[in-house]
């Protein structure tokens, strides 16, 4: 039981990276570089980002000669409000928009995220427990042979 809640766990934890790096490969393919202002950045959910926590940072943007207000995703640190930011939107999903320096580095995008390291430590747990269900089998078998 230990084994699915762990698999269910590494799933959970990954999900959202893949679904970040599609939506960086939509950006890189097909988005839009402008600037967006920030109205405020806060924190949300963990205080320690993980969790699908993050901060959050409402921006307006234009995208096609229109105004558009949405959050930033994949912002590393909090900026002021009012604070002019180069960012990358996806023109056939406006809810895409990340800073141009993530697009272009994989801050958030990367393997490397808070819920990444997360799912590596509970693969490791995962490993750990599937070994010692084994070292147990292989130890009952060896007894019954010897009785």
């Known amino acids: 039981m230990l084994s699915v809640a762990l698999i269910a766990l590494i799933v959970a ?10 939506q960086y490969a939509a950006l890189r393919e097909r988005g839009v570089t402008t600037e967006a202002r920030i109205e405020y950045c806060s924190s949300t959910v963990g205080s320690n980002l993980t969790f699908s926590g993050g901060i959050t940072c409402p921006a307006t943007f234009e995208l096609h000669g ?16 009012g604070a002019e930011v180069r960012v990358v939107a996806d023109p056939q999903n406006a809810r895409d928009v990340y800073p141009l320096r993530d697009v272009r580095t994989d801050y958030q995008s990367g393997w490397v995220t808070h819920d990444t390291l997360s799912a590596v430590l509970a693969a490791l747990l995962l490993v750990g427990t599937i070994a010692s269900q084994v070292i147990v089998v292989r130890k009952r078998r060896s007894a019954r042979r010897e009785s």
């Not at 934890?13 to 599609?22: K, N, V």
């Open 13 to 22: 934890l990954l999900a959202p990276t893949f679904r970040r790096q599609e």
């Open 66 to 81: 229109a105004s558009v207000s949405e959050d930033l995703l994949g912002v590393p640190a909090q900026w002021r409000s």
